[in-house]
């Protein structure tokens, strides 16, 4: 019995027959071209942006150009520390000869446990792999669909709600005007910036972003930047 369900790969284990190694390298074009604009506009309209765009340099919000991996990073990395995420990512990562939504979905539950995915995280890797695979996902579609469409289509696979979806939009898509309210980092960072750390609502948030529009997310990146000087690549 244990031996056989060592061999049950994740699609067998989900209903479905079986039919994206390392994560992939940042592309040579990966930094939005809108950068610069949205800095030096920001930096006009609001004092803290002025502040602090320039303590990062050249540092820019940055793409691997992977849909499927972006959200399977987005979900390894649910309700974890990211120095524990990326230690799980890296052994989930070289289970597949390369990470393809087909090749997740031929890997064996219990290696996939074994790298220190909890059992409902395999769950949501496999549904995203089926979602994928399945033509479920309009992803030819994205670049002219609006924020919203997308984040609907996206939070119908398990696993990936609001957040997710924004964090998708900004790090993958590369939306420039996303305001990820439900993102803790960022209400810290309002808080601490502009508040002097003192408690900050979703509406302080809001009223905080009207100046930033229609650069947002540029915003956003620079107030997890304030909290974190390490640039996070999803």
């Given at each position: ?84 995420a990326q ?84 790090f993958y ?59 996070v690549v999803?």
């Amino acid at each position: 019995m244990a031996a056989a369900k060592k061999t049950t790969s994740a699609a067998a284990q989900a209903g479905t027959p079986a039919s994206p190694g390392v994560h992939p390298d940042i592309r040579p074009d990966a930094r939005p071209g809108y950068w610069a604009e949205a800095c030096k506009q920001l930096m006009k309209k609001d004092r803290v942006m002025k502040r602090l765009i320039p303590q990062s340099g050249n540092a820019t919000l940055q793409t691997r150009g992977d849909a499927f991996t972006t959200l399977a990073r987005s979900i390894v990395g649910q309700q974890i520390s990211v120095k524990a995420a990326q230690t799980v990512w890296e052994r989930f990562a070289l289970l597949p000869c390369s990470m393809k939504p087909a090749n997740v979905l031929k890997l064996r539950i219990d290696d996939m446990r074994a790298a220190g995915l909890s059992a409902r995280k395999v769950d949501y890797l496999v549904d995203l792999s089926m979602h994928f695979e399945s033509g479920q996902l309009h992803v030819k579609d994205w670049a002219a669909m609006d924020d919203e469409a997308i984040i609907a289509e996206l939070v119908a696979i398990r696993g990936i709600g609001r957040w997710t979806a924004e964090m998708f939009l900004i790090f993958y898509l590369m939306r420039p005007n996303v305001l990820p309210l439900d993102d803790l980092g960022l209400i810290n960072g309002i808080s601490l910036n502009y508040f002097s750390g003192d408690p900050v609502s979703r509406s302080d948030a809001r009223e905080v972003a009207q100046a930033w529009k229609p650069w947002c997310s540029v915003a956003t990146w620079y107030i997890w930047r304030s909290l974190d000087p390490l640039p996070v690549v999803y």
